[in-house]
């Protein structure tokens, strides 16, 4: 079931957010950020935020948002958080397909990741098998915690016909 | 002379923000947001705001933040504005320049501009000629008030040797 992302959801998915962010494999964000911060950064900032739950259990999130203003506002930008224990279950792949469904909802024509780390290769080829074109390239763009420098990836998809 | 803005920098600075997004040519911001929505877009949230300024009157603004996070930190981003007066004058070229130096001084090691307008053929240009390469291209990414959906490019340069 994915439904809306309540606080206590949120309390309850920290420790995997906070595990994702620390690792420095897959997110540019701070990797020392609070529990307050990653709240307002993937709660309160965007339109909306999900959870994707089985039997009461959290395996996932995401966020929707416009990925800019004015002219460029009809392009979304989501991001994804999967727990540990729920990896290779298919659960980032119902997040997306779901997301492009709220994503046409609320009057979005298209979804841009702006930030796919080149290493991070199940995910790419997800997003890729998902209908996401990598459109671009961001040399050295990522400072992964194992590898040091890595490029990361902008992608794209047109969400009409 | 380019110096920190100030609030009243801002205010006197405001006519030409507000008609640079009314015109939907260039910007990816809200076209109809309020001088205070503004100042916080423009002032408030990146890390510093400068303008050009010669005999007392501003030329140009620019704002300068990461554009990422944690792993992604050591990218800047950079948006200039131009008063409508002072075109064809060297000053988004002369405030491009001071704002890689900025960057570096900060301690980023590169620069990213998230969207470009393509059909801001002097701006593209410009960006090229001081070394940015367009790394990305977003299809119909920007509804251009004359053109209708244009693309976008996204323009990259490394800042140090």
Known sequence: MIREMTKSDFDAFWPTFAEIVAAQETYAFDPNMTQQEAYALWCESPMATYVLVENDVILGSFYIKPNAMGPSRHI???????SAHARGKGVARRMCEHSQQVARTLGFEAMQFNSVVST?????RLWE?????????????????????????????????
């Open 129 to 161: 098998k998902l209908g996401f074109t990598i459109i671009g390239t961001i040399p050295k763009a990522y400072q992964h915690k194992q590898l040091g420098y890595v490029d990361s990836y902008i992608m794209f998809k047109w969400l009409l016909d």
């Open 120 to 124: 991070n290769e199940v995910a790419v």
């Open 76 to 82: 979304s930008n989501c991001g994804y958080m999967v």
